[in-house]
């Protein structure tokens, strides 16, 4: 008798299930129940006849989350197992942070659950992977929440973008920085008052360093530039820097100049010697007629700019509990209606840039403060000279005392890495107060 033979190995991912079926609920473990996490209880309870059905609520210390009001069947607990080893179809990590949070994403999609999260910093450190992963066990890992919130930026670039070649995505992605920054401008007020009045309001945590200095931003800028631009990048690759240089001195110079002043985040990428990417997040002039100058208060603006479509916006009041657990319950969505079936074009990032710098060749802003005595501004355009930069104009208000005068130069565009070396000899000038400030002065 002829020995049956044995099945052929495929490298076919497992066969997903179609469809739910009708009537058939998503079945959804929820782990984190903070700002967020009690938002997407509250959201998935109140619709008792949709899609989903919550079936676990994860959180350290559980005992003093439980709140009334939530359906007898959800188990509560503080044992994630129970959450992993249980029958649910999709996992919402919402703690946040990279360990153990990034641990217990892999363990849910390694044991076949969908993964759903908000969180920026494990996203832009590992999201490729995990999208992979989840496409080799056949499942999905969705992400929408983890930029500008509730405002579906990383959906609409990813997807409804998808048909475009973007080359570039700019933008306002903190909006803890941008209340900072507008209250300045609107009260002119100092950074550290401007700070203390959004961490009254519950926009800027007790140590608000990672906002600030510009890590936050940069955390979401990886993500959308491997979503739209298709790029793999690491965040350290990505140059940032603080907004707490920008004082109110810097506003009074903007405005003779028609310009705001706003935390910028930009990803431009350039294929025509190899793939190169220019990519910051820092302080920068913009003119007051643009649309990033009327982001006001803690509002995000997302701009993609493609090749056959020209430029996309996406803006509003992304976060905060309820507007971020919007984002995670439209994938919670999409996987429902998927029944967590991988997409089927591969979307996300594909490629590893040849190069990354923060290098912009665009108009700039110096502004310094100086014992004063003649022959400063000689000084200083011979060394500009030197590397070929020219001066557009010179300002200087009056009413500033001697010994800490402070005036303002543009420039015409010019390669910031050429301006840096030149602001290095400049630094090592014995007139300067402080460090003088230099920042891009963006037009579009
Ligand atoms: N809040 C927003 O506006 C917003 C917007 C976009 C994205 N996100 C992202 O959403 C995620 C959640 O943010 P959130 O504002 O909801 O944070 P949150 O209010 O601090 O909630 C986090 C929850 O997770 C729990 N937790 C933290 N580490 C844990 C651990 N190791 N084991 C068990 N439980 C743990 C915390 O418990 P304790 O109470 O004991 O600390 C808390 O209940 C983050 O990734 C964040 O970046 C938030």
């Not at 985040?265 to 190899?274: D, I, L, M, P, R």
């Amino acid at each position: 008798m002829a020995k049956p033979r044995a099945p052929k190995k495929t490298n076919k991912r497992p066969a997903a299930k179609k469809s739910l079926g009708h009537g058939t609920k998503l079945k959804v473990g929820l782990v984190g129940f903070g700002t967020v996490g009690s938002s997407v209880a509250k959201i998935i309870c109140q619709d008792a006849d949709g899609p989903l059905q919550l079936t676990h609520i994860f959180n350290r210390n559980i005992e003093r989350k439980k709140i009334d009001g939530l359906p007898t069947h959800i188990r509560w607990t503080s044992k994630i197992h129970e959450v992993l080893s249980s029958d649910v179809d999709v996992v919402v990590e919402l703690i946040g942070g990279i360990d153990p949070s990034g641990r217990w994403v892999r363990q849910a999609l390694r044991s076949g659950k969908s993964v759903v999260t908000a969180n920026k910093l494990l996203v832009s450190e590992s999201g490729p992977e995990l999208v992979d992963l989840a496409r080799k066990m056949g499942k999905r890992f969705e992400f929408g929440a983890s930029v500008a919130g509730g405002i579906p930026a990383v959906i609409g670039i990813q997807e409804g973008l998808a048909g475009d070649r973007l080359h570039r995505i700019a933008g306002i992605l903190n909006g803890t920085c941008n209340f900072i920054l507008t209250e300045m401008e609107a009260h002119e007020r100092s950074f550290e008052t401007a700070l203390k009045e959004a961490q009254a309001r519950g926009y800027a945590e007790a140590d608000p360093s990672s906002d600030v200095d510009g890590i936050d931003a940069r955390a979401k800028l990886v993500i959308l530039t491997q979503a739209g631009l298709r790029l793999r990048v690491r965040s350290e690759q990505i140059p940032c820097r603080s907004i707490s240089l920008i004082a109110a001195v810097d506003f009074m110079y903007a405005r003779e100049l028609k310009c705001a002043i706003r935390q910028i985040s930009v990803a431009q990428k350039n294929t025509s010697q190899g793939v190169r990417l220019a990519a910051a997040v820092q302080p920068a002039l913009v003119p007051e007629d643009s649309l990033v100058a009327h982001a006001h208060g803690s509002e995000n603006l997302v701009m993609a700019t493609g090749e056959f479509a020209g430029r996309m916006v996406f803006s509003g009041y992304g976060a905060g509990g309820d507007p971020t657990a919007v984002a995670v319950i439209s994938d919670l969505y999409t996987i429902a209606r998927t029944a967590g079936a991988p997409p089927e074009a591969l979307p996300g990032a594909a490629e590893v840039p040849d190069s990354v710098s923060g290098d912009f060749t665009v108009p700039h802003y110096l502004r310094f403060t100086v014992r004063d005595r003649p022959g400063i501004v000689a000084s200083l355009a011979t060394i500009l000279a030197k590397y070929g930069i020219s001066i557009d104009a010179l300002l200087q208000k009056p009413g500033f005392p001697h010994s800490a005068l402070s005036f303002v130069m543009t420039l015409e565009a010019c390669d910031s890495a050429v301006l840096n070396r030149a602001l290095e000899e400049i630094a090592r000038l014995d007139f300067h107060v402080e460090r003088p400030l230099c920042l891009p002065i963006f037009v579009d």
